[in-house]
């Protein structure tokens, strides 16, 4: 069984997943991967050059914050970005998936319904947070501004588009909190 874990920029999606994997479930993070697929995929790293300029990337790594800056602000240019790499993680999450025995895997993807990805997914989990929670978190983690997180989150579709399309939602505020949801949604799945 393939289960979508999802949520909005600072959500605390990876804090969820780690509770997974603490369980003993195998997740598979879509963002790390694309990285690395950005970064080491000949293919891949061609077309991001060909789309996005040289400056994509800096003495041979992938320069995030240049690319983040450019595709945030041009939502046209974002989409053929996604273009490149969403059909490279979908190849590599196959095989990761292939090569599983567990009952289930999590697989973690920030735009799981902006993709269309949770069409692929047996169920979807969706973690939320209060908006000005997710802004404070993301300025700490990511070291950067206000203004460009909240362009990130606009980006990104509204919790009340998500909810209807989840089988479990897990509000993370309060880390003991999350994880006793986080327990009772394994157990859910472990018994289905």
């Not at 599983?100 to 993807?109: A, D, G, H, T």
């Not at 735009?111 to 269309?116: A, H, R, Y």
């Not at 978190?137 to 990511?142: E, K, L, S, T």
Request: aromatic fraction near 8%.
């Amino acid at each position: 069984m393939i289960v979508g874990l999802t949520g909005g920029i600072g959500s605390g999606k990876s804090f969820v997943a780690s509770i997974f994997e603490n369980l003993g479930v195998p997740v598979y993070i879509s963002d790390i991967k694309a990285k690395e697929l950005m970064h080491s995929n000949l293919i891949v790293r061609n077309q991001i050059i060909n789309l996005l300029g040289e400056e994509a990337y800096h003495e041979e790594n992938l320069n995030r914050k240049w690319i983040a800056k450019q595709v945030f602000s041009n939502k046209e240019l974002l989409q053929k970005l996604n273009a490149i790499v969403h059909p490279a993680v979908a190849k590599d999450f196959s095989v990761w998936y292939e090569n599983q025995k567990s009952p289930f895997v999590i697989k973690e993807s920030a735009i799981l319904f902006e993709s269309g990805g949770y069409k692929k997914c047996d169920k979807v989990i969706l973690v939320t947070a209060p908006k000005s929670l997710r802004i404070e978190r993301v300025i700490q983690r990511d070291n950067t501004s206000e203004h460009d997180v909240k362009k990130r989150i606009d980006n990104q579709w509204e919790d009340s588009k998500r909810i209807p399309l989840s089988d479990f939602v897990i509000e993370n505020i309060k880390r003991e909190a999350t994880m006793n949801q986080v327990r009772n949604v394994f157990d859910t799945l472990a018994n289905s």
